[in-house]
């Protein structure tokens, strides 16, 4: 990501849409803390009605009046973090609780004697450090809060009779003292916030980042198992169905054409399919040189993978036909079905892998198969029997494998739903060792 510059005192991010992203991100972590804060500020501001009693027994019930509307005010903040209100609206009323214990203060430091009036005074340096500290407020408006504070003591001085000029000055002192401290804690604190937001938010874009390049590599599913396990992961699946394409007279295509153009067309042609495996939920293994390799049924079980595979091969083959005035290049396609194995392979450049008859069979049905055609084995027309249309090809000799009885997939029939008839290798023939000889 790219560097992100922060105003030095305005503390803003110069990227606009970065700026509402924090405030927003703000908005909802600081939720509680901000709800913690009213609730405390509330039963401190109201725990003091004892100094009430103490030091103005006569005003006693006058001054606990005023600290049970401050009270209300302060709930009434509270309320509103519980709305579904955006930042400023909850600033308004966070400041108006400060601002109206701040007035309480005031007020009753007017109505009490000079004597006890000083003893009030340091309320007001604890609401100004609650301003800039407690309430998660922006450093500007806990600044402009606190200096509000600041000016309405200076008011109030002014307006009491026989106040020293020291003493003036000597509250003016403490409370600029308080509002730079303030300030400084304010300014740290939303500093300190933005910097944590970044690293969370750089933290969260590489890991999203790596995760997508995993996904690109392996299936989502064994993924997420990599995240938690240790060491291989391999398993086994008693049936699946894997479908192989590759490309016809690629050799002369990779001969004539120049680099730049033959690459073009591998990456349009595999993209394609991989448009389509997505569609029909298949999982892609890999390509090899002009082969695509895909498979049903693996990593997640499924009881349709054959339907799977045939509706995703008769997609790529109408695919291929409609791109032919284009790209002049014809496919064959082999599927097989049985039981598989599939692991992770590999340590730096993390491969998954399929093994088993299926995988050496279905490269066998394509590589004996008939362009434009998608060849499949009697288990696998045993599966897709009464959903799709399949004409017999007769016995072929396959290497490795022998004679073998084979179908061509013709299409998918009309009204027929999207589950298997039954368990593919239900009936079949028995499959031979597929080791090439």
């Not at 064959?332 to 993390?350: N, Q, Y």
């Not at 897709?384 to 290497?399: H, M, N, P, Q």
Request: include cysteine; proline fraction near 3%; charged fraction near 25%.
């Amino acid at each position: 990501m790219d560097a992100v510059r922060i105003g030095t005192f305005s503390l803003r991010f110069e990227d606009p849409d970065l700026e509402t992203e924090f405030w927003r991100d703000h908005l909802r972590d600081s939720r509680w803390q901000v709800r913690f804060a009213l609730v405390v500020a509330t039963i401190v501001y109201g725990s003091f009605a004892w100094l009430d009693v103490w030091l103005a027994p006569d005003l006693a019930e006058v001054f606990i009046t005023i600290r049970i509307l401050v009270a209300g005010v302060f709930g009434l903040a509270l309320a509103i973090t519980f709305a579904p209100v955006g930042l400023t609206t909850r600033e308004v009323f966070v400041c108006l609780a400060i601002l109206a214990s701040a007035a309480g203060i005031l007020r009753m430091m007017e109505l009490a004697t000079a004597v006890v009036s000083v003893r009030y005074f340091a309320g007001l340096l604890l609401v100004i450090l609650a301003a800039h500290s407690m309430f998660r407020l922006r450093f500007q408006t806990a600044l402009l809060v606190s200096l509000l504070v600041a000016a309405a003591w200076g008011v109030h001085s002014t307006r009491r009779e026989a106040v020293a000029w020291w003493e003036f000055l000597n509250g003016q002192f403490f409370l600029v003292a308080a509002v730079i401290l303030g300030m400084f804690a304010s300014y740290s604190i939303e500093r300190f916030a933005r910097r944590g937001w970044l690293a969370q938010r750089e933290t969260e874009y590489e890991r999203e980042r790596s995760e997508r390049v995993l996904l690109n590599v392996l299936p989502a599913a064994v993924a997420e198992r990599l995240k938690d396990v240790d060491g291989p992961i391999a398993e086994a699946f008693t049936d699946a169905t894997v479908l192989f394409v590759d490309l016809v007279d690629f050799t002369r295509l990779s001969s004539t054409l120049e680099p730049s153009r033959l690459v073009g067309l591998m990456n349009r042609l595999f993209t394609e399919f991989d448009r389509i495996a997505e569609t029909h939920e298949i999982e892609k293994i890999g390509t090899s040189g002009d082969s695509y390799l895909a498979v049903a049924g693996v990593p997640i079980r499924t009881d349709d993978h054959a339907e799977r595979i045939a509706d995703a091969a008769l997609a790529i083959r109408d695919r291929v036909d409609a791109l032919r005035e284009d790209l002049d290049v014809q496919v064959r396609i082999g599927i097989a079905t049985g039981p598989l194995v599939a692991g992770v392979i590999g340590e730096k450049k993390l491969y998954y892998d399929i093994w088993g008859d299926p995988v050496t069979i279905a490269s066998r049905m394509q590589a004996h198969g008939v362009p434009g055609e998608i060849q499949v084995t009697r288990l696998v027309r045993d599966a897709l029997e009464g959903s799709f249309e399949l004409e017999e090809r007769g016995e072929i000799d396959i290497k490795g494998v022998g004679q073998m009885r084979t179908w061509l997939l013709v299409a998918r029939r009309t009204g027929s739903g999207s589950s298997a008839t039954g368990p593919a290798g239900a009936s079949g023939e028995p499959i031979a060792d597929p080791t090439p000889q």
